[in-house]
C-alpha cells in the first residue's frame, strides 16, 4: 500500500537530510503511528506521501506506483486517494458542518443526488448526525475534529493520513477521536496518525514507526517503542 524504498530528502537550504536511507512497507487497513520528535522529519513523510515534495533519492510507492513519476496533471488524482486530518481543522467558517463535508465532494464534481447521500453517512459515521446544520463556531473542539475526519473520508481513500489529530483536544476527546478512527480502519481503509501522544499510542496497541533525526530507528509495539525512549523522550 505504502512503500519507502531507500528514501532521502535533503533541503538545499541548510543542506540537511530531513530524512534518510528510510525503507518501510505499510500494508492495506493497517493502522501505523508515526512518533518523533518536532524535526524529525514526520512533516516531510507527509508531504512526500502527498507529492508536495519530490525525494533527493529513492522511492515512495502508493499501491504499488512511484508516484515520482507522475506528472503535475496527476497528482490530485493521487491526492484524491488520499484523505489528510490535519490538528488544526481548516473548516470553513462560513458554511455548516454538511456544506463543509459536501464541498469535499463538490470540488470534484460529485452529483448532487450522491451528495445527499454520501453525506448523511458519513457524519453518522463519526457521530454527528445531530449536528448536520451547525456551524464550526457551535462546536466543540472534538466535534469539529469529528467533521474533519467526515470531510477527509467521504471520498472513500484508501490512505487516511492524520496529523496530530489530537493535538487540541482534552485526554478524553482525544480517545472519542481515536475511536472514531478504528472503525474507519475497521471498514478497510489504510490509517497513518502522526502524534506526539505516546500515552495514546501505548493504549492504541498498534504498529509504531519512529524517526530521530531523519532516520527510521523504531518499527515496534507501542510499548516498547516507549520503554525504549525512557518514556519521555518527547515529552
Not at 490535519?86 to 470553513?92: E, N, V
Request: aromatic fraction near 6%; charged fraction near 25%; proline fraction near 3%.
Amino acid at each position: 500500500m505504502i512503500e519507502f524504498i531507500n528514501v532521502t530528502k535533503t533541503y538545499e537550504k541548510n543542506e540537511k537530510d530531513a530524512l534518510r536511507d528510510v525503507n518501510l512497507f505499510i500494508d492495506k487497513g493497517e493502522f501505523v503511528f508515526l512518533t518523533g520528535r518536532s524535526g524529525a522529519g514526520k512533516s516531510t513523510f507527509i508531504k512526500l506521501l502527498l507529492r508536495e515534495i519530490d525525494v533527493s533519492s529513492g522511492t515512495v510507492k502508493i499501491k504499488g506506483h512511484d508516484i515520482s513519476k507522475l506528472s503535475k496533471k496527476e497528482i490530485p488524482y493521487l491526492r484524491r486517494k488520499l484523505g489528510v486530518v490535519f490538528q488544526d481543522f481548516r473548516l470553513l467558517e462560513n458554511k455548516n458542518v454538511y456544506e463543509n463535508v459536501a464541498y469535499a465532494m463538490e470540488i470534484i464534481g460529485r452529483p448532487e443526488r450522491k451528495i445527499r447521500k454520501k453525506v448523511p453517512l458519513a457524519l453518522e459515521m463519526v457521530g454527528l448526525s445531530n449536528r448536520m446544520y451547525h456551524y464550526p463556531h457551535e462546536l466543540s473542539g472534538g466535534e469539529q475534529q469529528r467533521v474533519v475526519i467526515a470531510r477527509a473520508i467521504i471520498n472513500n481513500p484508501s490512505i487516511l493520513i492524520c496529523d496530530e489529530p489530537t493535538g487540541n483536544l482534552d485526554p478524553e476527546t482525544s480517545k472519542d477521536i481515536m475511536r472514531v478512527l478504528l472503525e474507519i480502519n475497521r471498514h478497510g481503509t489504510t490509517l497513518v496518525v502522526v502524534t506526539h501522544d505516546l500515552e495514546m499510542v501505548n493504549l492504541m496497541h498498534k504498529r509504531v514507526l519512529t524517526l530521530e533525526g531523519g532516520i527510521l530507528t523504531g518499527d515496534s509495539a507501542a510499548v516498547q517503542t516507549i520503554q525504549q525512549q525512557g518514556g519521555n523522550a518527547y515529552a
